[in-house]
């Protein structure tokens, strides 16, 4: 199982980023597959889930109404769609395949994450 995070760069406050997950060897509409970031001296937050079984997503409180998840299982891809961003969000987004899609925990395959820079 190996998932590719990508998308990330430098942007302004107040803009917007799409981060997109990839995968090899496995199907991502399979699994409840989500996003968590980790801060440079921070622990690591679960930031959003999108449910396998009916599409249902969930986030943090520190992101909702802002960040938006969806999948394209044609394209077997999973994006997160990041507007109004703030310095705060600045962190590496990993993608995962999450056990507890509605309480973002339970991570339990990522691969290389993606860094975002929010920063004027």
């Known amino acids: 199982v190996q998932l590719q995070a990508s998308g990330g760069g430098l942007v302004q406050p107040g803009g917007s980023l799409r981060l997109s997950c990839t995968a090899s060897?496995?199907?991502?509409?399979?699994?409840?597959i989500g996003w968590f970031r980790q801060a440079p001296g921070k622990e690591r937050e679960g930031a959003s889930c999108?449910?396998?079984?009916?599409?249902?997503?969930y986030y943090a409180d520190s992101v909702k109404g802002r960040f938006t998840a969806s999948r394209d299982n044609a394209k077997n891809t999973v994006y997160l769609q990041m507007n109004s961003l703030k310095p705060e969000d600045t962190a590496v987004y990993y993608c995962?395949?999450?056990?507890?899609?509605?309480?973002?925990?339970?991570?339990?395959?990522w691969g290389k994450g993606t860094l975002v820079t929010v920063s004027s």
């Open positions: 995962a395949t999450f056990r507890y899609c509605s309480s973002l925990d339970g991570m339990y395959s």
């Open positions: 060897g496995f199907t991502l509409a399979y699994y409840d």
């Open positions: 999108i449910s396998s079984s009916d599409g249902i997503t």
